[in-house]
C-alpha cells in the first residue's frame, strides 16, 4: 500500500523553526516528485515546494522561497521540509504528496494538485506572533 506519512507540525513562534518530514513508502521513490502543500483556514490550497532529487529538481513558491528549504533522504524514501523565520501567516495545514514524474512533466505544474497521486494527512502548523 502507498502510505505519505507527514510529520513534525507544531506551535512555534514568529521568527522560528520547524521541519517537517514526509514519510513514502508502497512506490518506487525516484520516479516521484513529492510536494508539499498547505491549507489555510478559509484559503485555497497552496503548493508551496517540490522536490524530485534523482533529476536534481526543486521548486519553491514565492512566497516561501529564501525561507524554506526542501531536501530528500532517499536512503528513507523521506522528504524533508526545513522552514525558517516563520510567519504567522505560515499556518496552515500542511501536506505532502506523491506526483509521478511524467504527470508533472506533462500535465500539470508541480504547484497545482492534479498531478498528485497520493496524499499524506495533514500536520497543522501554528505560527504565533
Known amino acids: 500500500d502507498v502510505q505519505l506519512q507527514a510529520s513534525g507540525g507544531g506551535l512555534v513562534q514568529a521568527g522560528g523553526s520547524l521541519r517537517l518530514s514526509c514519510a513514502a513508502s508502497?512506490?518506487?521513490?525516484?520516479?516521484?516528485?513529492i510536494g508539499w502543500f498547505r491549507q489555510a483556514p478559509g484559503k485555497e490550497r497552496e503548493g508551496i515546494s517540490c522536490?524530485?532529487?534523482?533529476?536534481?529538481?526543486?521548486y519553491y513558491a514565492d512566497s516561501v522561497k529564501g525561507r524554506f528549504t526542501i531536501s530528500s533522504d532517499n536512503a528513507k524514501n523521506t522528504v524533508y521540509l526545513q522552514m525558517n523565520r516563520l510567519k504567522p501567516e505560515d499556518t496552515a495545514v500542511y501536506y505532502c504528496?506523491?506526483?509521478?514524474?511524467?504527470?508533472?512533466?506533462?500535465?500539470?505544474?508541480?504547484?497545482?494538485?492534479?498531478?498528485?497521486?497520493?496524499w499524506g494527512q495533514g500536520t497543522q502548523v501554528t505560527v504565533s506572533s
Open positions: 508502497g512506490f518506487t521513490f525516484d520516479e516521484y516528485y
Open positions: 504528496a506523491a506526483a509521478w514524474y511524467q504527470h508533472i512533466m506533462f500535465s500539470s505544474p508541480w504547484y497545482e494538485g492534479q498531478p498528485y497521486d497520493y
Open positions: 522536490i524530485r532529487r534523482s533529476a536534481g529538481s526543486t
